[in-house]
């Protein structure tokens, strides 16, 4: 069964650089695309991209500048930065696997408050 | 950007009702739209892809139609397990975007 788990500091300050990670188990993480996807808290999900191992990620335009996704197949993980966080880039952060296009698993989620 | 905007937003319902949300896109997406439940505090679930495969494991009762830019999600018989928010996913571009969700509650 595949599992996905994200971890990182739950507070981060203004301007600063967001940094997560999500650890697979239960599948192989280097033939699959990987999505990061967030949700403000009491919102809707917002798309932030998509990335794979060998392929160019493809970002949301309004993130570009400032994100990078990645995946580390000898930690079997994805990576989320995304620099000069502000407030409004407070939410919950969803790492999900992506089969057919679209999300299939998905992590438990990671709230990520920015704060001073 | 592909815009999805759903209605209704919020939804009030009884266990045993039959419940239909729509989800709207601003150009054609073909059949590339899948449908999500989310429960408070959980990732989203899929339950529809391609505009009306059921995904494996999900029950019958939900169902999908549509295709270009109307679409609409269907529960026939409404569980106590259903109320939750439901949104649509479009992935006809690059930029995957969501629908605003809607909110099925307890009438």
């Known amino acids: 069964q595949v599992q996905l788990q994200e971890s990182g500091p739950g507070l981060v300050k203004p301007s600063e650089t967001l940094s997560l990670t999500c650890t697979v188990s239960?599948?192989?993480?280097?033939?699959?695309?990987w999505s990061w996807i967030r949700q403000p808290p009491g919102k809707g999900l917002e798309w932030m991209g998509y990335f794979s191992y060998s392929g160019s990620p493809n970002y949301k335009p309004s993130l570009e500048s400032r994100v990078t996704m990645s995946v580390d197949t000898s930690k079997n993980q994805v990576s989320l930065k995304l620099t000069s966080v502000t407030a409004a880039d407070t939410a919950v952060y969803y790492c999900?696997?992506?089969?057919?296009?679209?999300?299939?698993?998905w992590g438990q989620g990671t709230l990520v408050t920015v704060s001073s | 950007d592909i815009q999805l905007t759903q209605s209704p937003s919020t939804l009030s319902a009884s266990v045993g009702d039959r419940v239909t949300i729509t989800c709207r896109a601003s150009?054609?997406?073909?059949?590339?739209l899948a449908w999500y439940q989310q429960k408070p505090g959980k990732p989203p679930n899929l339950l529809i892809y391609q505009a009306s495969s059921l995904e494996s494991g999900v029950p019958s009762r939900f169902s999908g139609t549509g295709s270009g830019t109307e679409f609409t999600l269907t529960i026939s018989g409404l569980q106590p397990d259903d109320f939750a928010a439901y949104y649509c996913l479009q992935y006809k571009t690059y930029l995957r975007t969501f629908g605003q969700g809607t909110k099925v509650e307890i009438k």
């Open positions: 150009q054609s997406i073909s059949s590339w």
């Open positions: 239960g599948g192989s993480i280097s033939i699959y695309y």
């Open positions: 999900a696997r992506l089969s057919r296009g679209i999300p299939d698993y």
